[in-house]
């Protein structure tokens, strides 16, 4: 298969090691947890699994889609916290639980693999059934509950909705897929867009962390001139120029995983030259094995945290496959179904 590459910034090769340092610190098991001998969640082993497949990595990913499915509790929920098969934290979060969605689509989309795609649909199907439950009257999705009690927290975030509206997109495409008919969750889809045309009702206000900035662009509830405009209103906020993008707006700390992130808003919007930048920026974080460091202090040029995260190096292959559209599956975040919203009107978003 055809790797992703940038020019002038990641060479396929380069990429190729990326995916092995993450191969490397896969568990026996399938599961794919931050760094070695670190906590699983079942959002950022899924999107582990998908830079594993967009580098070519096929059999471990298919290895990490199988623990999802091996280790998916009968409500169709996963803990929020795994180490080394202990549940550590059993809570359970609505969009841990959605983003399998995402990952099955994007590992179908590569491979063309429909036996893949059938074995997956109950864990997919059970799994977008419960997250609907978390939904409001207003269309915004609270953001967790107690596993034990089922007692849910009313909380919405922003920027876990934005991610839930992009896996209730790809689960729809998985179901027309197969021939399924799920109208709860086209309900559920445009009860949430619907939320996010008017986002200072629905959603909590957007915080300090640069993923309540630009998750909404990549989630795909916001785009055209209105992605344009919230991404243009905060960027002196967070972006560092030729360093990446702060992890929290009054820190002085940059990490690859949100610059990435937002490389792949940018690529959404079609502002290339941008998400370019973005991935060109945090290379300093690369390490000579293929690994990247999660994060920076800018103020003195020290590596925080210190530790070489499994999900910082999926970041950046999915950017790269997006910039370069190498696997089928580089416009997955670019191709999610686009929702008509107001130009946003606080500076804040």
């Given at each position: 298969?055809?790797?992703?590459?940038?020019?002038?910034?990641?060479?396929?090769?380069?990429?190729?090691?990326?995916?092995?340092?993450?191969?490397?610190?896969?568990?026996?098991?399938?599961?794919?947890?931050?760094?070695?001998?670190?906590?699983?969640?079942?959002?950022?082993?899924?999107?582990?699994?998908?830079?594993?497949?967009?580098?070519?990595?096929?059999?471990?990913?298919?290895?990490?889609?199988?623990?999802?499915?091996?280790?998916?509790?009968?409500?169709?929920?996963?803990?929020?916290?795994?180490?080394?098969g202990?549940?550590?934290?059993p809570?359970?979060?609505?969009?841990?639980?959605?983003?399998?969605?995402?990952?099955?689509?994007?590992?179908?989309?590569?491979?063309?693999?429909?036996?893949?795609l059938?074995?997956?649909?109950?864990?997919?199907?059970?799994?977008?059934?419960?997250?609907?439950?978390?939904?409001?009257?207003?269309?915004?999705?609270?953001?967790?509950?107690?596993?034990?009690?089922?007692?849910?927290?009313?909380?919405a975030?922003?920027?876990?909705?934005?991610?839930?509206?992009?896996?209730?997109?790809?689960?729809?495409?998985?179901?027309?897929?197969?021939?399924?008919?799920?109208?709860?969750?086209?309900?559920?889809?445009e009860?949430?867009a619907?939320?996010?045309e008017?986002?200072?009702?629905?959603?909590?206000?957007?915080?300090?962390?640069?993923?309540?900035?630009?998750?909404?662009?990549?989630?795909?509830?916001?785009?055209?001139?209105?992605?344009?405009?919230?991404?243009?209103?905060?960027?002196?906020?967070?972006?560092?120029?030729?360093?990446?993008?702060?992890?929290?707006?009054?820190?002085?700390?940059?990490?690859?995983?949100?610059?990435?992130?937002?490389?792949?808003?940018?690529?959404?919007?079609?502002?290339?030259?941008?998400?370019?930048?973005?991935?060109?920026?945090?290379?300093?974080?690369?390490?000579?094995?293929?690994?990247?460091?999660t994060?920076?202090v800018?103020?003195?040029?020290?590596?925080?945290?210190?530790?070489?995260?499994?999900?910082?190096?999926?970041?950046?292959?999915?950017?790269?496959?997006?910039?370069?559209?190498?696997?089928?599956?580089?416009?997955?975040?670019?191709?999610?179904?686009?929702?008509?919203?107001?130009?946003?009107?606080?500076?804040?978003?």
């Amino acid at each position: 298969m055809v790797l992703p590459s940038i020019s002038g910034v990641l060479t396929g090769d380069q990429v190729r090691a990326t995916g092995a340092a993450i191969v490397a610190m896969q568990e026996p098991d399938g599961a794919l947890p931050w760094f070695p001998g670190g906590k699983t969640d079942p959002w950022d082993h899924v999107e582990s699994a998908m830079a594993l497949s967009a580098s070519g990595f096929l059999a471990q990913a298919r290895a990490a889609y199988e623990w999802s499915a091996h280790t998916q509790r009968a409500d169709g929920s996963w803990p929020i916290e795994v180490r080394r098969g202990h549940v550590v934290d059993p809570g359970v979060d609505s969009n841990f639980c959605a983003y399998i969605a995402v990952g099955v689509r994007h590992h179908y989309l590569i491979t063309g693999d429909e036996a893949f795609l059938w074995s997956m649909w109950p864990t997919v199907r059970v799994a977008i059934d419960r997250v609907v439950m978390f939904q409001r009257d207003d269309g915004a999705f609270r953001w967790a509950a107690c596993h034990e009690t089922g007692a849910m927290f009313d909380e919405a975030r922003i920027t876990g909705n934005a991610s839930i509206y992009s896996a209730l997109c790809c689960a729809l495409a998985i179901a027309e897929e197969i021939g399924a008919e799920v109208p709860a969750w086209e309900q559920a889809r445009e009860r949430l867009a619907e939320a996010f045309e008017r986002p200072d009702d629905a959603f909590l206000p957007p915080g300090e962390h640069s993923m309540d900035w630009y998750y909404p662009v990549l989630g795909g509830a916001v785009r055209g001139d209105a992605g344009r405009a919230l991404i243009d209103a905060q960027w002196d906020r967070f972006v560092v120029p030729g360093s990446g993008i702060r992890c929290v707006s009054h820190r002085p700390w940059v990490t690859g995983a949100e610059t990435c992130e937002l490389a792949l808003a940018l690529d959404a919007l079609g502002d290339t030259d941008r998400a370019v930048a973005m991935v060109e920026s945090i290379q300093h974080l690369r390490d000579p094995g293929g690994a990247y460091w999660t994060g920076l202090v800018i103020s003195d040029g020290k590596r925080w945290p210190v530790e070489r995260s499994c999900w910082t190096s999926a970041a950046v292959i999915l950017a790269a496959d997006a910039i370069s559209r190498a696997t089928p599956a580089g416009g997955i975040f670019a191709d999610l179904q686009q929702v008509r919203i107001a130009t946003p009107n606080s500076g804040r978003r």
